[in-house]
């Protein structure tokens, strides 16, 4: 065949292909033309109902995070057995203080196609905050309890020829949560249009089953709706490359089972994240009925008794952290761009691994991790059947735990980021035989929807679980802190092996330091502010410093999920009960996504491929001078000389003297005083091979912007993230600047969102005005759906203004 023919049959055979896949199943997103109001209506139920009066919303969409702050919502009275407390004491800003408690009501006109009578209609919710009641033309569809799952209801019997009517009430209860959950459609709601005859919903298992150099041994498990039917499953590259195909010829009932084998397989790494996709393809005669596309990666995971965990058989250690589900100013709406930042910035500090706190992560995050490279721990539940908190999910775990987990696995298992499950988080059943139960129960779930991951449970009660058998029956013992333990666990436990499942829970806010510098357990200021020497840690938890011994020292330590990797909405431990404080510290960035010290702390560590060079504190001490100033490098090199204003103040070595010596580079007793401090990094042989300097600043005189990403998608959904700060006459940043800034987005875009990383600040997150922290604050601009320029303009009093230009395409 000449090859302008081959092209042009290729053009045509994938014109038909996409045809007939559009013509057969047809997937929809919901997101625009919602109306949403919060408060009880219960008439909204009916077709009829006058909404014209609420608010015009897309979705995903979180209602409280508008606000405003307040420090009476969600007020929690209690003492928390997981952090030692014996007296009960008022918490304020436990989950946040916003707006998110009470009932919200969301509706939307159905404009669908004529559905055929050979149809079938799907609603997927991708998680709604929370127990959605969903009603279609005044008659009740589906519900489900658990606001971070997902679930699917078929509609088809509900919908009327026209004018097919949606309404969806959440409730949200006090005291539910340990964190800010949300509230409101937070992630995306999707109709899918299919013939009766077609694949199930997640009705498609990948699993690689034997790796080889040669080839890969493919095993598809695709369950389907109809008799004499044809499956045909292509396997295509991630050129979108045909590598393979079968026909499936072992079907048994309405289930085919198929092996193919890919030759030289390209496996799926953190380093190397390779997808294939399989087009499964179902006839009947030579009509295809429907196609589904499911990507899949190539990999071997396993985990050994005395080497730990190997991906594709080498091993390796997870360097992960833990992440609650809310992007910080945007609230828990899921926003993709959103979601891309933060992995971008783990990826840059070396992070491989995500662990999802303490819920079922969003379909979003898990196509990111595919796609970027990051190994996944996916996580159910934060309760069992006793409480943490009064109306948290206790009050379903019978109910509905074996369907939240049947939903997690089926709606998640070919994501080949997914390397293990958890079943709970610090779970007060970890006493007491019927835990044992329940975590036997659980596991043995898991493994029947997924015989091919283990499962593991965070526990904190060590010794509990060890004297049970509770931590002897988990596929992965996870140690939450507890470092002092670990020894004594491997010893108890049989696995051979142990995952620091929560780690570090250091606490420290972005460009503050407190003096002396010293170590210790739950330190409070009162600025309600920690100290970023990243000394300061919490009664139950430890310094980063003490997981890297165990990391670096003990083989059957599989890894660690740092306590967190962003600072969250809620928590915000040591000052539960210090209002104005409602989000956490424990970050290794803040809430705006800007990192503090410690994130170079663990960049020195983890990211393999670019050296690290960083010094701390900031220095503009004024008042400080001739004062005991500390200075600490973070730093992949061995040793350093530090400098200042030309004066040699000595060179440090690493060395094992203690867990601080091993990591860090400390010169304890600098005197403070104004100028050029200036490290300069020594290689292995001595030799200077890299310096940085930080300069005591002027005044603030002008503001200065840098755009994460200048050009964006012109789909009403993309954003891009400004970081502000400001710089003196000279442009050395100012790093204690708090002015007042305005923000003025025209053109193509909208201002969505602001926030300065100040767990204590009380200035909302959607008002373009804020102050500065510690020199800095992240706006968020978002696309419309109009391409062309989008302008940010940034002011504040007494300050040169800027400006920056960004395209939405
Ligand atoms: C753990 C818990 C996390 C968080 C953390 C704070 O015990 O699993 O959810 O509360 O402590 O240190």
């Not at 193509?748 to 300065?756: I, L, Q, T």
Request: hydrophobic share 35%.
């Amino acid at each position: 065949m000449s090859l302008f023919r081959k092209i042009f049959f290729t053009v045509l055979a994938l014109n038909l292909f996409y045809f007939n896949a559009v013509a057969q199943r047809t997937e929809v997103l919901l997101d625009e033309g919602w109306k949403f109001s919060k408060g009880s209506f219960p008439a909204a139920i009916e077709p009829g109902f006058n909404d014209t009066r609420w608010e015009t919303v897309t979705v995903p969409h979180d209602w409280a995070i508008s606000g405003p702050f307040d420090k009476e919502i969600d007020k929690q009275v209690t003492a928390i057995m997981q952090n030692n407390e014996t007296k009960a004491t008022e918490k304020t800003g436990r989950t946040g203080a916003l707006p998110y408690i009470g009932e919200g009501w969301y509706r939307k006109n159905l404009n669908l196609p004529v559905i055929q009578s050979n149809q079938k209609v799907l609603l997927q919710l991708d998680g709604a905050m929370s127990e959605p009641r969903v009603y279609l033309n005044g008659k009740l569809v589906g519900q489900w309890n658990y606001g971070y799952n997902y679930f699917y209801i078929d509609i088809t019997n509900a919908l009327r020829a026209k004018d097919n009517v949606l309404a969806i009430q959440l409730q949200n209860k006090p005291k539910s949560s340990r964190w800010y959950p949300g509230a409101g459609l937070y992630r995306n709601v999707h109709i899918i249009i299919k013939d009766n005859k077609s694949i199930d919903q997640w009705g498609i298992t990948i699993t690689t089953p034997l790796i080889k150099k040669e080839f890969a041994k493919v095993n598809l498990k695709t369950r389907f709706t109809g008799k004499g039917l044809k499956l045909v499953t292509r396997i295509l590259d991630s050129l979108g490359h045909q590598v393979a195909v079968d026909t499936a010829k072992s079907i048994f009932g309405s289930e085919a089972d198929q092996n193919i084998a890919v030759q030289n397989p390209h496996l799926w790494s953190p380093e190397n994240p390779y997808l294939y996709a399989a087009v499964s393809t179902l006839y009947e005669g030579n009509i295809p009925k429907d196609v589904v596309r499911t990507r899949f990666g190539i990999r071997e995971i396993k985990y050994t008794a005395g080497t730990g965990f190997s991906l594709n058989g080498q091993v390796r250690k997870f360097k992960g952290v833990c992440l609650h589900h809310d992007l910080g100013p945007l609230g828990t709406a899921i926003n993709t761009a959103a979601l891309k930042r933060q992995l971008t910035i783990l990826k840059e500090m070396g992070c491989d691994a995500i662990r999802s706190a303490h819920n079922m992560p969003s379909p979003e995050q898990l196509e990111l991790c595919d796609e970027m490279g990051f190994m996944f721990l996916a996580e159910s539940f934060d309760e069992w059947a006793k409480a943490k908190v009064e109306n948290g999910y206790h009050l379903y775990f019978d109910t509905d735990a074996e369907k939240d987990v049947v939903n997690l696995v089926q709606a998640n298992k070919n994501h080949p980021c997914i390397v293990m499950w958890s079943s709970g988080n610090e779970v007060p059943d970890q006493f007491g035989a019927e835990g044992v139960k329940r975590a036997k129960w659980l596991q043995e779930i898991f493994h029947r929807e997924d015989p091919t991951r283990p499962v593991t449970v965070g526990m904190d009660q060590v010794k509990a679980t060890m004297q049970s058998g509770f931590g002897a029956l988990l596929d992965i013992p996870g140690l939450n802190y507890r470092v002092h333990l670990y020894e004594e666990a491997n010893k108890a436990f049989p696995q051979g092996f142990i995952l620091g499942s929560e780690t570090a829970s250091t606490v420290s806010s972005r460009g503050i330091y407190k003096f002396p510098v010293e170590k210790g357990a739950d330190k409070q200021y009162p600025d309600f502010q920690s100290s970023s020497y990243d000394m300061e840690y919490c009664s139950w938890s430890n310094l980063p410093d003490d997981d890297f011994v165990l990391q670096d020292d003990k083989p059957w330590v599989i890894g660690e999920f740092v306590w967190t990797g962003f600072d969250y909405l809620g928590e915000p431990t040591p000052y539960d009960t210090s209002w104005p404080s409602r989000s956490s510290y424990f970050g290794i960035s803040d809430l705006a996504g800007l990192p503090k010290d410690r994130y170079y702390l663990y960049r020195s560590r983890w990211n393999k491929t670019k050296p690290t060079l960083h010094l701390l504190p900031h220095w503009n001490w004024e008042g400080r001078t001739g004062q005991t100033t500390p200075v600490f490098v973070y730093t992949s090199y061995d040793s350093a000389e530090l400098f200042l204003n030309g004066k040699s103040l000595g060179i440090r070595k690493k060395d094992k003297s203690s867990p601080q010596n091993r990591y860090r580079l400390m010169w304890m007793d600098v005197k403070y005083e104004p100028g050029t401090l200036k490290v300069v990094a020594f290689d292995s042989q001595g030799k200077p091979v890299a310096e940085e300097q930080i300069i005591t600043a002027g005044k603030p005189a002008k503001i200065v912007l840098s755009a994460d990403r200048k050009e964006i998608m012109a789909d009403g959904k993309d954003l891009s993230f400004v970081t502000v700060s400001v710089v003196d006459k000279d442009g050395n940043p100012c790093p204690t600047a708090t002015d007042q800034l305005n923000f003025e987005v025209s053109g193509s875009g909208k201002f969505r969102a602001v926030c300065n990383g100040d767990a204590t600040s009380l200035e909302s997150f959607v008002k373009p005005t804020m102050k500065l922290f510690s020199g800095k604050l992240v706006v968020v601009v978002q696309a419309d759906k109009k391409a062309g320029e989008i302008k940010l303009k940034v002011s504040g009093k007494g300050l040169k203004s800027a400006q920056v230009e960004m395209l939405a395409k």
